[in-house]
């Protein structure tokens, strides 16, 4: 829906005489890699999972443990 919307705007334009100076294009580029970025920080756990069951890996544990399955306690 978004691309049939994006396609007909881009269709049915008229030429704006105008462009875009490198700082914009720089601006958009730093936008899009920032995205890019902060979606792999957030989903990273996902990502981690992912990749140890393709890999046939166990995933690490999140707290560590001592042998007896005990947490140490130090909240670190």
Do not use: N
Request: glycine fraction near 12%; include cysteine; charge should be negative.
């Amino acid at each position: 829906m978004i691309w049939a919307c994006l396609w007909l705007a881009a269709a049915f334009s008229a030429p704006a005489y105008a462009y875009i100076d490198a700082g914009s294009g720089m601006l958009l580029l730093q936008i899009i890699g920032a995205a890019i970025a902060g979606g792999l920080f957030v989903f990273r756990k996902a990502i981690a999972d992912l990749f140890h069951r393709v890999l046939g890996r166990p995933a690490p544990e999140d707290e560590p443990t001592d042998e007896s399955g005990a947490s140490d306690g130090s909240g670190s």
